[in-house]
């Protein structure tokens, strides 16, 4: 079992910027692949930006150019950087760490509000 702790979210302005965070339990997060997914309102939970190993990086679409997902292994700690934020970006913020094995765990989410 790995337990995973998003943090950072808020209200924020749009054209503003706010980091999020997901610490896991485990201390082999480099045997994960990582990834971030946001659900907002009314729809599906969808996949913002994912990590496999140091340097395959995955972004949807719509975040390319503002977001930029990283992972601090020694920390076991995954980031996502988020800048240029637009209210359509408003959503729940889930981190998710996938094993070899195709099994997965899901963080509680946290909040992000943009305004416009």
């Known amino acids: 079992q790995v337990q995973l702790v998003e943090s950072g979210g808020g209200l924020v302005q749009a054209g503003g910027s706010l980091r999020l965070s997901c610490a896991a339990s485990?201390?082999?997060?480099?045997?994960?692949?990582m990834g971030w997914f946001r659900q907002g309102p009314g729809n599906q939970r969808d996949l913002v930006a994912r990590?496999?190993?140091?340097?395959?990086?995955r972004y949807a679409d719509s975040v390319k150019g503002r977001f930029t997902i990283s992972r601090d292994n020694a920390r076991n700690t995954l980031y996502l950087q988020m800048n240029s934020l637009k209210p359509e970006d408003t959503a729940v913020y889930y981190c998710r760490a996938d094993q070899w094995d195709a099994s997965y765990y899901w963080g509680q989410g946290t909040q992000v509000t943009v305004s416009s």
């Open positions: 990590i496999i190993g140091r340097t395959s990086i």
């Open positions: 485990t201390r082999a997060l480099n045997t994960y692949t």
